[in-house]
């Protein structure tokens, strides 16, 4: 249940035209070039982004951590490395305990297999036996609220349906770790709803949650850490409360929240 991040970089290599090589047809006809691998193709350079540049912490077990930032700082990037989606480039990420993550809801679907063909995946992928699977079929069919679709294919399944399978598979393995980026703003309200009170009672169990989410108030409720990251550095390693601010302060919206400890049950009063 615990996470060591040490000295973590991932760069990617950007191919970009030479200057004088206009656009438009030339441009097409350029990259028709390139893939034919022709020697008078126009000149192409290659330049580095730096999408995480050496960071480096640790996550205890129990703690529940939202990851902050503006977009392209690199949050998704990193979650992705701890999932074991992207390699880093260099540094590592030591993860101990059963984890289980939702990068982008319904990623992992297989489009022709139904959703309970599906789920029997996607549950084995996370870890569980057929066994185990067995027994929470019918607690997982029940949370998504897509029992009469289980025998479709996914291909048919509405965004929202997909949302809830993919998020009841999830918090159903009962993970030691949970990734999630964005999971908690998919669906309708009361769905959400749902979803915080699953979080919420996984946290109270001791496991391991991370968090990328742009909605502020869930990440009050159910984190009490903050890393932010800028331009893919950590510059922020923080109580939920300072991190918040200063992300609100840095996406010029500081008067949009007043953060109070103990003002209510989010520890958040509303500015009218």
Known sequence: MTIIVHNLSK?????????????????????????????????????????????????????????????????????????????????????????????????????????????????????????????????????????????????????GMRARLAFSIAIHSEPDILILDEALSVGDQYFQEQCQEKVAALAARGATLIFVAHQIEPLLKLCNRGLYLENGKLTLDAPIEKAVSHYLKITSQPHLFQIKPQANSLGLNRVR
């Open 11 to 159: 760069k990617y290599k950007i191919d970009t035209l030479h200057p004088s090589v206009g656009g438009g047809i030339r441009d097409l006809y350029q990259r028709f070039l390139r893939r034919l691998k022709s020697p008078f193709s126009p000149p192409v350079s290659k330049k580095t982004f730096t999408a995480i540049d050496e960071v480096s912490f640790t996550i205890h077990p129990g703690e529940k951590v939202a990851f902050l930032g503006e977009n392209g700082a690199g949050k998704s990037t990193l979650l992705r490395i701890l999932a074991g989606v992207t390699r880093p480039s260099s540094g590592e990420a030591k993860i101990i305990g059963r984890m289980a993550s939702l990068l982008e809801v319904g990623a992992g679907f297989h489009p022709d297999l139904t959703g309970r063909e599906n789920l029997y995946l996607n549950g084995i992928i996370l870890g569980l036996t057929r066994k185990e699977i067995d027994k929470l079929l019918d607690s997982i069919v029940s949370f998504a609220s897509v029992g009469p679709f289980m025998e479709t294919p996914v291909k048919h399944f509405s965004s």
